[in-house]
């Protein structure tokens, strides 16, 4: 433990607690929870949530990788609106990575390889459709998402990892969400607590997606607001993107007289972030 991450729980949990009070399981979602796909408990264990109406038939997946500056978060805390999201027609698998401090890079990556390998093992029994399996992270879900997307589609950044994405996969589309992918401040708590390290050049190098994006990364929609702490960040990301003609969309959410902070969207009380998830899924639906 340190107190980088103590504080990040204690305070990302009140807000969260505040946010999402008084939330249910909608009644037209079916929830199977709790399935194990790794053998590290009780971390490496996810949740699959359905639209009712779509009993028997197959569907595009939704893969949420979600946020917390790295040590916080699971899925208990993102099952509302991950539920949001399988209410817009998706299957949607909603899951737990280890977390830093007390696991180090890359846990977290290992994890959401092996999440994106269940879902393709365990399509016939969920009704997942293999062929469209997307991914949606934000704040450090959303870094962990392009990561991902590099891994899947440059070999050579991927042969740096002990661990491999099933063969020929490569997420279908993915949402990225008012996340961090320059990584230059270089050694700081939050890497201190993240990598074995503390954030050498190496290591730097290695979690920063721009050093690795290349013209094979799955398509983007690219977002954040103007009251993300972390909206610098989207620029360079879409700059690269154009550079390399990856098919990408980017919105920028607000204006003056309304305030959107980060992960906005994750708020489901929110007529702004509503629109945003509406926006996502129907980019999702232009590859399907």
Not at 10 to 15: E, I, L, Q, V
């Amino acid at each position: 433990m340190s107190k980088f991450s103590d504080k990040i729980r204690r305070d990302f949990k009140a807000n969260d607690d505040i946010r999402d009070a008084g939330l249910t399981t909608p009644n037209d979602v079916a929830r199977y929870d709790d399935i194990r796909y790794g053998d590290a408990a009780p971390e490496q264990v996810l949740d699959v949530y359905r639209p009712r109406y779509a009993v028997g038939r197959r569907l595009p997946v939704i893969v949420s990788v979600h946020g917390g500056g790295w040590v916080y978060g699971d899925k208990e805390r993102y099952q509302y609106y991950c539920m949001s999201l399988a209410q817009r027609g998706f299957a949607v698998v909603n899951f737990t990575y280890r977390l830093a401090p007390e696991w180090k890079y890359p846990a977290g990556m290992e994890d959401t390889n092996a999440v994106f390998a269940w879902v393709l093992a365990h399509a016939a029994e969920y009704g997942f459709d293999a062929e469209h399996v997307f991914g949606v992270g934000d704040s450090a879900g959303a870094h962990m998402l392009a990561i991902y997307g590099c891994i899947c589609s440059n070999p050579d950044y991927a042969a740096r990892y002990t661990f491999a994405p099933p063969a020929g996969f490569r997420p279908t589309a993915v949402a990225l969400n008012c996340g961090a992918y320059t990584m230059n401040e270089g050694r700081n708590d939050a890497m201190t607590a993240l990598l074995p390290g503390g954030g050498t050049d190496e290591e730097l190098d290695l979690i920063s997606p721009l050093n690795h994006l290349t013209g094979d990364f799955p398509p983007a929609f690219v977002m954040t607001s103007n009251d993300d702490f972390l909206k610098v960040e989207a620029l360079p990301l879409v700059e690269k993107l154009m550079a390399l003609e990856v098919p990408f969309v980017f919105r920028f959410y607000g204006d003056r007289e309304t305030r959107l902070s980060h992960v906005f969207h994750c708020d489901l009380r929110s007529p702004e972030g509503a629109r945003c998830n509406d926006e996502e899924c129907r980019w999702f639906r232009r590859f399907v």
